[in-house]
């Protein structure tokens, strides 16, 4: 070989050597590439993002991928504003962890938001595109936020718990559909310099947002009321289209903390520490300023009042004491004549009105003194103050209120229900639960019900009817089409019963896990809709009631299926008010149990989504939470099956068998993405119920059920059908 081939060969190797680094091997971190792999599929692989491919590989660092900014071998930034992009975002991106700016503004993306977004983002930037929903939970974890824009989109719900979003300095949800009051948990955003909340469909008042460091505020065009705080007033504040209350507001009651975000003045002894801030009375202002509010004038002048009578008195009684007159000792001794220094009630009640908020327990001790010609008090705390009289006083009873129970809830007697069950028949009974057993109840008119016999464990025996129908009315308030319907209750002889609405097809338990079933298997969409109708109870119990009700017991056996496998979920409420549900619970736990309830035994509306997750669970993988028959390995359901969600080739192998490989790939990969969420170990990582029916309506949509009613959970369609 010449010298001359040779130094050819030796370029050429070198020339392959230095390229090998920029087209062998891949510059960017594999889980940054595969999730904007999923994101440019998600947006139907437009054509505007060059270098941008939805198969396994590319090289988004390497290759200078359009809107891309990395460092190291880590995508950083994601700005894509403008560029006509349509479908969707995926449910990949939270794969994202060192993006901290993702801007995909000016566009024509839609569907719901999604759960899974860059965790650690500073700036996030979704405006003016066509999502719907809700503003997703997952934003309240982002704690380095600085900056959220999610205005002119269809957002109909704000999800968000601001808690921890401290550093957000600029807030813009305009032009949305959301609606409701403002959520407490803005009053966090201590670092909020601008929020933009105009052309929305908010209402209550404003008064969370008054004592955050605002300079720009906009409320405008929503359907706010009450009053603007004096804090927002020296502000940048655009309010026009709301029914505000024109005028000075109202003082606050007493004991409210004051609005404002100057240092809170001392309050003086005895008086009230509240103020309006910037009041509209100049009189309050100097007191303010002073340091002294109106309450404490109110205490001090008071105070010097009573001082004085007991002075005056003991000058009275000393005086008295070196006469003998008999008409001076019964005037000593009557205590309906006045003395001579003395303030009627209904003077102190005058001069009170005219002194702003005195606290209301030194009115009454100071009423209460007075009435009795301002007797000192005696040595002894209990003793009365007019020591002539030693006749006891009765105490006060104050006559518990009768409830009233709704129209359509029935009293039963215990010989009805007796009748009924053929005295509580073994071949009646329905099911034992945590609180008692369930019997199927047939009357004269051939109606039907489920009558729930409660444990004396539960609810003692000895009590009284008024406190069990007093729990009675609270269940039969709860008015839901997935809430199993209360029809009566019975409190007799010691007896406590409640009765509800009877569904034929048993419980979702029964389908799943017991074998005369399985000539009848629940296919996908049925599952699917069960899961969507038992969320749809828990956002209910959650959301909409007020105060939100804990269910604490949610498990496929509480999940009754009518005939057309609507489920329903039972007891609901029971354990919020049943006096010793928490131990009992805690003594049955089945495997539904949210990790931190059985390090404190204390449950709470998260704990009932992670019980909710396990139930997902069964309906996924056709096993029970907890099965000892199996392998150690495998007897915990979210053990065993949570590493296993995200692998799509794993997740086949976890489907109940009795599906028969009918299901659709994308649905089961997004339901188990659902249940992943639910069952987080971390209680505040877990979605809001809302979040989660927003997920499973749309499964439910794609899954176009109304298409496959042939039989019991049964149905001719192949896996194709369901995409």
């Known amino acids: 070989m010449s010298e001359n081939h040779r130094v050819g060969l030796a370029l050429f190797i070198l020339c392959i050597v230095g390229l090998k680094p920029s087209f062998i091997l891949a510059a960017t971190d594999a889980s940054d590439t595969s999730a904007l792999n999923y994101m440019f599929s998600a947006m139907n692989s437009p054509g505007q993002l060059s270098q941008w491919t939805s198969s396994s590989g590319g090289d988004p660092c390497g290759q200078n991928w359009k809107g891309v900014t990395c460092s190291d071998s880590r995508v950083t930034q994601i700005k894509l504003s403008g560029l006509g992009l349509s479908g969707s975002l995926g449910s990949a991106l939270d794969k994202l962890t060192s993006v901290t700016e993702f801007d995909l503004s000016n566009n024509n993306l839609g569907g719901d938001l999604p759960y899974q977004l860059p965790p650690n983002l500073e700036r996030l930037n979704l405006a003016s595109n066509q999502f719907t929903g809700s503003a997703p939970y997952s934003v309240s974890q982002m704690t380095p936020l600085k900056y959220l ?59 969370v947002l008054a004592t955050l460091p605002l300079e720009n505020l906009n409320i405008a065009n929503n359907q706010f009321t009450g009053w603007i705080p004096d804090s927002l007033k020296g502000i940048n504040l655009q309010k026009d289209g709301n029914p505000l209350s024109s005028g000075p507001a109202p003082p606050p009651p007493p004991g409210t903390p004051p609005i404002h975000r100057s240092p809170t003045p001392k309050s003086g002894k005895g008086g009230s520490s509240s103020n309006n801030g910037d009041s509209s009375s100049s009189s309050s202002n100097d007191s303010n300023k002073s340091g002294i509010g109106a309450g404490g004038i109110a205490g001090i002048v008071i105070s010097l009042l009573v001082v004085t009578a007991v002075i005056a008195f003991f000058l009275i009684k000393k005086r ?25 009630s209904n003077d102190l009640h005058q001069e009170n009105k005219a002194i702003q908020n005195p606290p209301l327990v030194e009115t009454k001790k100071l009423d209460t003194s007075l009435s009795m010609n301002l007797r000192p008090p005696p040595a002894e705390r209990h003793k009365s103050f007019d020591e002539d009289d030693s006749t006891p006083r009765k105490p006060i009873v104050t006559k518990k209120p009768a409830v009233v129970l709704p129209s359509n809830v029935k009293a039963y007697t215990v010989a009805d229900l007796q009748i009924a069950t053929n005295s509580f028949s073994v071949d009646d009974l329905l099911g034992e639960g945590t609180f008692g057993r369930v019997y199927r109840a047939q009357f004269d008119d051939g109606k039907v019900l489920a009558v729930k016999k409660i444990d004396s464990s539960a609810l003692p025996t000895d009590t009284a009817a008024d406190d069990f ?157 907890f099965d000892s028959t ?42 188990a993405d659902v249940i992943a969420l639910c069952v987080q170990p971390e209680p505040e990582f877990r979605p809001p119920m809302s979040e989660v029916v927003q997920a499973l309506v749309v ?23 369901y995409m």
């Open 149 to 207: 824009n999610l205005a002119h989109n269809q957002l109909k719900q704000l999800s968000i718990d601001f808690t921890k979003l401290t550093s957000l300095s600029i807030l813009d949800l305009s032009s949305n559909t959301l609606t409701g009051s403002l959520p407490n948990s803005m009053s966090s955003l201590t670092s909020a310099k601008s929020i933009y909340l105009q052309n929305n469909q908010f209402s209550g008042t404003i008064d």
């Open 320 to 344: 008295r004491s070196k006469k003998t007159a008999s008409t001076d000792i019964e005037r000593t001794d009557n205590i309906n004549q006045p003395p001579p220094f003395t303030l009627a």
């Open 469 to 625: 129908t007093e729990i009675v009315s609270k269940i039969a308030c709860l008015d839901h089409e997935n809430v199993t319907r209360l029809d009566g209750y019975c409190s007799e002889h010691g007896q406590h019963l409640v009765i509800y609405e009877f569904y034929r097809n048993g419980s979702l338990h029964d389908f799943l896990h017991l074998s005369e079933e399985e000539s009848k298997p629940l296919i996908w969409n049925p599952r699917v809709k069960i899961a969507l109708g038992t969320a749809r109870a828990l956002e209910y119990l959650h959301e909409v009631c007020s105060p939100s009700i804990v269910h604490k017991n949610i498990k496929s056996a509480n999940i009754l299926l009518d005939s057309e496998l609507n489920p329903h979920l039972s007891d609901a409420g029971l354990a919020s008010f049943l006096p010793t549900a928490n131990e009992l619970l805690n003594q049955n736990d089945e495997g539904y149990g949210a990790p931190e309830v059985s390090m404190s035994g204390q449950y709470s509306l998260k704990s009932d989504v992670y019980s909710f997750g396990v139930v997902m669970l069964e309906l996924l993988t056709g096993r029970k939470p």
């Open 630 to 671: 199996r392998s150690r390995s495998e007897q915990s359901l979210v053990r065993w099956a949570t590493p296993q969600l995200h692998d799509i080739d794993a997740l086949g192998k976890m489907v109940d068998p009795a599906l028969k490989g009918l299901y659709p790939v994308k649905s089961l990969s997004r339901f």
């Open 699 to 721: 499964l439910v949509q794609r899954a176009n059920m109304s298409k496959r009613t042939v039989g019991v959970g049964s149905g001719s369609s192949g896996a194709n059908d």
